[in-house]
């Protein structure tokens, strides 16, 4: 059962386009949504995180969009560049254990 | 500062036999985490542990143990290898609270 399910799998887009990566979870005792990049023969690394009682964060180029009665939440990249280009996965954390349980990846390639 | 350090880089055994991926942090972090990442599945927990002498399962623990006799080390043993468990490992540690979890390199395991 994947708890948070994440798409596209995989993604193209031209330079100086917006990379759109969409996640949804069932399990209302997540607490944090981190996102995380990850390059080739690199371990994950954390880009942006949220609390689900905020519906929109920003760090420069990359916003987190929340939506909690629906229970999703998105990934904008705007101006995307090809050193953006990377896997993408989106994450929830259960706050007791601090267990992070990750969605399945977004293959990224941003093209000149 | 290391970080996460994790070892071998790479190994491959053959079907039955058993090695130790070692784990060490120098963050004084409280929770350390094994994954296994395999190729469009995400990152899938296998064990997890909040402190020295305290360990639990994740989603996917059969055919591995873990020990957690300091804080700085958590080794992730495999007993009986089975090509099952060809994968990418990945440890990672963190402190309490809406804080990043850092990841090791990983370490590619092949069984044959």
């Known amino acids: 059962q994947q708890q948070v399910k994440q798409s596209p799998q995989s993604l193209i887009v031209q330079k100086g386009g917006i990379s759109i990566i969409n996640c949804a979870y069932e399990?209302?005792?997540?607490?944090?949504f981190p996102w995380y990049q990850q390059f080739p023969g690199k371990g994950p690394a954390l880009l942006i995180a949220?609390?689900?009682?905020?519906s929109e964060k920003k760090e420069g180029r990359f916003t987190i969009s929340f939506n909690k009665s629906a229970k999703q939440f998105s990934l904008h990249i705007m101006d995307s560049q090809p050193g953006d280009s990377a896997t993408y996965f989106c994450a929830a954390r259960t706050g007791g254990y601090q267990k992070v349980t990750f969605g399945t990846g977004t293959k990224l390639q941003v093209i000149p | 500062n290391a970080g996460v350090t994790q070892t071998p880089k790479f190994r491959i055994l053959k079907i039955g036999q058993s090695m130790t991926l070692q784990c060490t942090q120098d963050m004084n972090h409280n929770y350390m985490y094994w994954y296994r990442q395999d190729p469009g599945m995400g990152l899938k927990l296998i064990y997890y542990s909040v402190g020295a002498g305290i360990t639990d399962k994740g989603e996917v623990p059969n055919g591995y143990n873990v020990s957690r006799s300091t804080t700085e080390d958590f080794p992730l043993r495999l007993e009986l290898a089975a090509p099952s468990q060809t994968s990418v490992y990945f440890c990672a540690s963190k402190q309490q609270g809406d804080t990043e979890a850092f990841f090791g390199q990983g370490t590619r395991l092949t069984v044959v």
């Open positions: 399990n209302t005792a997540f607490d944090y």
């Open positions: 949220i609390r689900p009682d905020v």
